[in-house]
């Protein structure tokens, strides 16, 4: 089960910073990462993580966006500053998995961010 939080109302160039709690350990998945979804819009990818560091970004996070993890306590974040209206969206938490030679995928329930103009 992922549970994200810390997702709101923010003001047009502000910070905000994501939190996704993981009930397993996260050395069980592959990556980890977080997508967006805006109104009417399909769901991007807007950083991964891999468990052994290897961050990616995707076009509209680089240079504003961090996403870290916090092993010991099954975490990881998303840093987000520089925010516009753009950035509205449903914020959510994704992790991957390989297990016995089998995939799967976990879905957090999705942390809303609104930026205002």
């Known amino acids: 089960q992922l549970v994200e939080s810390g997702g709101g109302l923010v003001q047009f160039g502000g910070s905000l910073k994501l939190s996704c709690f993981a009930s397993?350990?996260?050395?069980?998945?592959?990556?980890m990462a977080w997508y967006r979804q805006a109104p009417g819009k399909q769901r991007d990818l807007v950083a991964s993580?891999?468990?052994?560091?290897?961050?990616d970004y995707g076009d509209s996070a680089k240079g504003r966006f961090t996403i870290s993890i916090n092993g010991a306590k099954n975490t990881i974040f998303l840093q987000m500053s520089s925010l516009t209206p753009e950035d509205t969206a449903v914020y959510y938490c994704?992790?991957?998995?390989?297990?016995?030679?089998?995939?799967?995928?976990?879905w957090g329930q999705g942390t809303p961010v609104t930026v205002s103009s």
């Open positions: 994704h992790a991957d998995q390989l297990y016995m030679g089998e995939r799967f995928e976990y």
């Open positions: 397993a350990s996260i050395h069980s998945f592959n990556v």
């Open positions: 993580i891999r468990i052994g560091g290897t961050t």
